[in-house]
């Protein structure tokens, strides 16, 4: 088995970027839309970032040559990881990750442990650590603060052996005192069983967990409200309107590629039609990419419409502009 390893920038960070590694090591798995097992390299933050304009695109590599010899001793670490679980034969993309959290970054391996308090893991092990946008991190701020206030009022801190149904329910219900709307109530809950969930993940502790010890009448069900922005006849008047200007044709398309596949705007021009076929031969097109905000591999299809509107554009995206 041979490992194969590449680099490039993450998109759509202001300064310096993190260096992304995709490990692939012959690692396989279905691919729904070609109906076949296909191999899945695994990207992994090495712990270096660049600017933009110091990054070789060409040689995928920075110029600065003190970071590009950084980068291959990384790399060296890498490949001796990698021979390592070969060896020991546990070579699986949680095996790999978990081996260079620990060799690369210095995180403690997963350890069995009495307690920790949940807010210091919050603060420590998710917001400093994780390698998402800041965005993504608010919610898990805005619980450690409601925690806090929390503990505040029953004087004692909340440790993992310390939580139970009666603590918990206590605190969503003084959420539920606090925020006017059920959704907000709910958005706190599903964060706070995310926490828990990296917690039993990281560490070997049993501790008690809202969605599997809570009765249904206690869980707390986010309200759906249909909003509609756009009917049918609004996205017709927008498929039969002829723009004047390039720069209303780019707008257009846009708005198109926001309305047929549902992507995010940060994503939006990453949408790129690629023919794939079916099990009867027949031919469909799809987009494959890797989302900004959670860096999540995603697949949508493209619908006539928006082919056509592709077709109209010679086949690319659309052009980026400011928000």
């Given at each position: 088995?041979?490992?194969?390893?590449?680099?490039?920038?993450?998109?759509?960070?202001?300064?310096?970027?993190?260096i992304i590694a995709s490990l692939n090591f012959g690692y396989k798995e279905f691919d729904i839309l070609k109906n076949e097992f296909v191999y899945?390299?695994?990207?992994?933050?090495?712990?270096i970032k660049s600017h933009k304009d110091e990054w070789d695109n060409v040689a995928k590599k920075p110029f600065n040559k003190s970071k590009y010899a950084e980068l291959l001793k990384i790399e060296d670490q890498i490949i001796n990881i990698f021979k390592y679980?070969?060896?020991?034969?546990?070579?699986?993309p949680e095996t790999f990750k978990s081996e260079l959290d620990v060799k690369l970054k210095g995180k403690e391996e997963s350890k069995i442990i009495q307690r920790l308090r949940i807010v210091d893991f919050i603060r420590n092990e998710i917001i400093k650590t994780k390698d998402i946008k800041s965005e993504s991190l608010k919610p898990y701020t805005g619980l450690a603060n409601?925690?806090?206030k929390f503990?505040?009022?029953?004087?004692?801190?909340?440790y993992t052996n310390d939580l139970t149904e009666e603590l918990y329910l206590q605190f969503i219900d003084e959420a539920k005192d606090r925020l006017?709307?059920?959704?907000?109530?709910?958005?706190?809950q599903k964060t706070f069983k995310a926490?828990?969930?990296?917690?039993?993940?990281?560490?070997?502790?049993?501790?008690?967990?809202?969605?599997?010890?809570?009765?249904?009448?206690?869980?707390?069900?986010?309200?759906?409200?249909?909003s509609i922005y756009l009917n049918f006849e609004d996205i017709a008047k927008i498929l039969k309107y002829q723009p004047e200007t390039d720069c209303l044709k780019n707008t257009k398309l846009i708005l198109l590629t926001l309305l047929f596949t549902g992507c995010r705007e940060s994503d939006v021009y990453k949408i790129i039609p690629i023919e794939g076929v079916d099990k009867k031969g027949e031919k469909f097109l799809y987009a494959r990419y890797f989302s900004l905000k959670t860096d999540t591999e995603i697949v949508v299809p493209i619908l006539k419409p928006l082919h056509d509107a592709f077709i109209a554009n010679n086949n690319l995206p659309a052009q980026q502009i400011s928000q």
């Open positions: 088995m041979k490992l194969k390893i590449s680099y490039a920038l993450k998109t759509g960070v202001k300064g310096e970027a993190p899945k390299p695994m990207r992994y933050y090495i712990g679980l070969e060896h020991k034969k546990d070579l699986t409601k925690l806090e503990e505040e009022k029953i004087g004692k801190l909340i006017s709307k059920i959704n907000g109530v709910w958005a706190i926490t828990i969930n990296e917690i039993t993940r990281k560490y070997k502790i049993t501790l008690f967990n809202p969605s599997v010890d809570l009765v249904q009448k206690d869980k707390i069900q986010a309200v759906s409200v249909d």
